[in-house]
């Protein structure tokens, strides 16, 4: 009994202080799960928003737990942002993107580009040039192809760093996306300072389009001041015609979301890349 009382204690205690209870277990599996291969990479469409064409991929990644089921990147990725898992996933899904993108291109006969979302912690990792440097060589893949999803958070904890990061991966030719454009704390500033080339506005912007007035307004000034910067606009969650129309008729190029492709396992992508080729 009191060794029971102890261990109550010891979970009592990390739940007050960090993840909830549920997740100390989920943690512990993490580490069986990387072992034991149950990590594996969704791709959802990013489409031309008039031509609803392929045009690149974003990589999801996913757990699939022999009992939990599938377990959501909500739930398992700021576990491994903290106990530093991130940077062993994430340099895994970065190289397994750049590989499967090859594969995707070979089926679709055309180019297309594959876009990998970069944690906090990894993107302030010591070792992630290396990592970006590993993952194209491996894959032959052109820096071109490559674009790689960071938030405003993640610029802001220490811009001067960022700003070297970022004009290395410049150099290499991969492109930034402003992942969740709008919804972080950060100034305008930055995009002037770094080399951006895309921002993705977040799907609480789009979520109650076309009714919303204020949504409206924010999806048309960040519209204005990408085309005034020179930057491309994907537009996320998008998941009704309705909105697809308000976003296109308003100068949006790329569309993410349901209405146009969930996301899907490799072979299911590459299903879709090939019906529209031979269609
Ligand atoms: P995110 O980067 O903003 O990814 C977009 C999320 O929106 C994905 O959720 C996607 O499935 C979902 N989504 C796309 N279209 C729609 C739509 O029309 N309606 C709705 N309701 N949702 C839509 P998912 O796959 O659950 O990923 C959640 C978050 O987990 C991602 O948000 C990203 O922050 C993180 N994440 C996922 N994979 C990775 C990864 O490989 N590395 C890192 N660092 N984070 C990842
Ligand atoms: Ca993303
Ligand atoms: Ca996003
Ligand atoms: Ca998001």
Redesign the pocket.
């Known amino acids: 009994a009191k060794e029971t009382g102890k261990a109550r204690c010891v979970v009592y205690s990390a739940r007050h202080s960090g993840p909830p209870e549920h997740d100390i277990s989920l943690e512990a599996a993490m580490f069986q799960a990387v072992r034991e291969g149950e990590f594996l990479?969704?791709y959802?469409p990013i489409v031309d928003a008039r031509t609803r064409e392929i045009e690149g991929f974003?990589?999801?990644?996913?757990w699939r737990h022999p009992t939990l089921g599938m377990v959501?990147?909500?739930r398992f990725?700021p576990i491994a942002e903290t106990n530093g898992l991130?940077n062993l996933?994430?340099a895994w899904?970065l190289k397994a993107a750049c590989v499967q993108l090859k594969q995707f291109e070979e089926v679709a006969k055309r180019s297309l580009y594959i876009s990998?979302?970069?944690?906090p912690r990894?993107f302030r990792n010591d070792k992630f040039l290396d990592v970006l440097d590993d993952a194209m060589a491996f894959s032959g893949l052109p820096g071109e192809k490559l674009v790689l999803?960071i938030t405003e958070g993640t610029l802001m904890i220490d811009p001067a760093h960022a700003e070297t990061i970022l004009t290395k991966m410049a150099d290499r030719k991969a492109r930034i996306a402003i992942?969740?454009f709008g919804t972080g704390y950060s100034s305008l500033a930055y995009l002037k300072r770094f080399p951006i080339s895309v921002l993705?506005i977040?799907?609480a912007f789009i979520r109650d389009l076309p009714g919303s007035q204020k949504d409206g307004a924010i999806c048309n000034a960040v519209l204005d001041l990408a085309k005034h910067l020179g930057l491309n606009v994907v537009a996320?969650?998008?998941?009704t015609e309705d909105q697809l129309a308000y976003m296109q008729d308003r100068g949006c190029q790329y569309i993410?979301?349901?209405?146009t492709g969930?996301?899907m396992a490799a072979h299911v992508a590459m299903a879709a890349l090939r019906e529209r080729t031979y269609a």
């Open positions: 990479l969704y959802q974003e990589t999801l990644m996913r959501p990147p909500v990725i991130i996933l994430g899904a990998v979302n970069i944690s990894q999803e992942d969740d993705k977040d799907r996320e969650g998008v998941e993410q979301g349901y209405l969930k996301p």
